[in-house]
């Protein structure tokens, strides 16, 4: 009986190892998946800024002239 415990109390805790390498991957797949996306809206937002200060710049050259 104290074999089988030894055992189960093996498989048990090699259930719990298997859910928590599972939970970590998970977890590294949704924050890789929000960094993408973090990065393609930053992009967005620097072509944007970019083209804005190339539109104010323009402006401010021929109110000088």
Same mark, same amino acid.
């Given at each position: =009986? ?5 055992? %189960? ?12 390498? %599972? ?13 993408? !996306?973090?990065? =393609? ?10 083209? %804005? ?8 050259? !021929?109110?000088?002239?």
């Amino acid at each position: =009986c104290r074999g089988f415990a030894v055992l %189960e109390d093996g498989a048990l805790a090699h259930n719990l190892q298997e859910q928590e390498i %599972e939970q970590h991957y998970a977890s590294n797949i949704e924050k890789n998946k929000l960094v993408r !996306q973090d990065v =393609c809206v930053a992009k967005k937002l620097q072509d944007e800024e970019e083209l %804005e200060a190339k539109h104010y710049s323009r402006e401010h050259q !021929q109110e000088m002239y």
